[in-house]
């Protein structure tokens, strides 16, 4: 566990200056964080135009927040141009960090395409499914059949009323589902919609995975550490702890829209232990499930204790 506490510190695009209470594990990732630069166009009509956020900037906060390994998603506002993420992964690389990425594709991809993305770090493939559905959901079974041979896995971000639409699609996909952002569940509709028992089901199943991120989104004061959020994200972990990861969603685009307050990234990871209990599962949460998710290496070999 980290034990040294460095001093306050300003991240670009995050609340506060303190470090979480927290302290995590050696080799604890964050399944999900965004990079953004003026030098990649953004899609024609794309609702969120967040300024430049660099690797560098991440960089800072990794060392406020004290994670060690990240997973970069391409973020609506680029479509499926995936050439910022994958920059992104290369400039992590180079500085030896552990990275692995999330691309927005369509059906027009090309295998040679999949598998370069894939010796680049690549390991699904993201469905937004809430702005403007690009790709739209009759591409996710196509896709998942064509991404299946690579071991790759299907994040979906969907309006919450939406999924129970979709449910004989899920259950009949060839690779595993990744709800985003706590399933984008309202935190009153735990126990009560059809959504939450459906994401339930398919984690039970071991056919899904459900990551505790966008707790600000999901919640109805949007704050970092909201205490009503709390029974959301536990029945997630009390259904299938192995199959829950967690993420930033630094630098949190919506904030930087003007839609909510910016989050403190600490108040996040604290609220994540709270969530969790105990540290053994906080440490299957930020370590074991994502090199089961997304193929890092055992933490041991590159984590020395």
């Known amino acids: 566990m980290q034990t040294l506490r460095e001093a306050p510190l300003k991240v670009p695009f995050s609340d506060g200056t303190a470090t979480p209470r927290t302290a995590l594990p050696a080799g604890a990732c964050d399944c999900h964080m965004h990079v953004y630069d003026a030098a990649f166009p953004p899609v024609p009509g794309a609702r969120l135009l967040p300024p430049d956020a660099s690797v560098a900037d991440y960089r800072l906060l990794q060392r406020r927040i004290g994670t060690g390994r990240t997973v970069l998603v391409t973020p609506s506002t680029y479509g499926t141009d995936n050439r910022c993420m994958l920059a992104g992964l290369a400039a992590l690389g180079a500085r030896g960090q552990e990275a692995r990425g999330v691309a927005v594709l369509d059906e027009t991809v090309s295998d040679a395409e999949l598998q370069r993305l894939h010796a680049l770090g690549v390991r699904g493939i993201r469905f937004n499914l809430s702005l403007g559905a690009h790709p739209p959901a009759?591409?996710?079974?196509?896709?998942?059949?064509?991404?299946?041979?690579?071991?790759?896995?299907?994040?979906?971000?969907?309006?919450?009323?939406?999924?129970?639409?979709?449910e004989s699609v899920l259950d009949d996909l060839p690779v595993d589902i990744v709800f985003d952002h706590l399933g984008r569940i309202a935190p009153a509709d735990t126990g009560r919609s059809p959504a939450h028992a459906l994401v339930l089901r398919l984690l039970a199943d071991?056919?899904?995975?459900v990551k505790l991120s966008g707790g600000y989104i999901v919640s109805a004061s949007h704050r970092a550490d909201?205490?009503?959020?709390?029974?959301?994200?536990?029945?997630?972990?009390?259904?299938?702890?192995?199959?829950?990861?967690?993420?930033?969603?630094?630098?949190?685009?919506?904030a930087s829209a003007g839609l909510h307050p910016m989050p403190d990234d600490a108040a996040q990871v604290d609220a994540l232990a709270r969530w969790c209990g105990d540290p053994e599962r906080l440490h299957r949460v930020l370590v074991d499930n994502p090199c089961a998710l997304y193929g890092f290496a055992p933490p041991e070999t590159i984590f020395p204790r």
């Open 138 to 166: 009759a591409s996710l079974r196509p896709m998942a059949e064509r991404i299946a041979p690579l071991g790759w896995h299907v994040q979906l971000l969907a309006p919450a009323d939406l999924l129970p639409s979709l």
């Open 206 to 209: 071991g056919k899904a995975w």
């Open 226 to 254: 909201d205490p009503d959020v709390d029974a959301l994200a536990r029945s997630y972990l009390q259904a299938a702890p192995h199959r829950v990861v967690w993420g930033s969603d630094w630098p949190h685009a919506t």
